[in-house]
Nanobody, 118 residues
Framework: QVQLVESGGGLVQAGGSLRLSCAASGTISRINVMGWYRQAPGKQRELVATIISGGSTNYADSVKGRFTISRDNGKNTVHLQMNSLMPEDTAVYFC????????????WGQGTQVTVSS
């Protein structure tokens, strides 16, 4: 089992910045994927960014150039630095953890609200 605890989020004006963090604990495989998804009201959950334990990253087109994902493998944490925030970034952001051992295992955080005012 893996537990995910998120921090950060809140209310910010358009153009501002926020930083999300997520700490994983439990049975942690060295090779894994951590990342962030988001879900706005009335919309499906969508990928924001992911980073594998080796450091390769993947971003949604809508956040490229504005968001940066990073991780600390020693602390099993992942961060999402969000700059130049726009009202359309308003959503609940969920931390995500995935690893494969005979089969795939996925875990989700409880979600943290990000609200960007215009």
């Amino acid at each position: 089992q893996v537990q995910l605890v998120e921090s950060g989020g809140g209310l910010v004006q358009a153009g501002g910045s926020l930083r999300l963090s997520c700490a994983a604990s439990g049975t942690i495989s060295r090779i894994n994927v951590m990342g962030w998804y988001r879900q706005a009201p009335g919309k499906q959950r969508e990928l924001v960014a992911t980073i594998i334990s080796g450091g390769s990253t993947n971003y949604a087109d809508s956040v490229k150039g504005r968001f940066t994902i990073s991780r600390d493998n020693g602390k099993n944490t992942v961060h999402l630095q969000m700059n130049s925030l726009m009202p359309e970034d308003t959503a609940v952001y969920f931390c995500y953890f995935y690893y494969y051992r005979d089969k795939g295992y996925s875990y989700w955080g409880q979600g943290t609200q990000v609200t960007v005012s215009s």
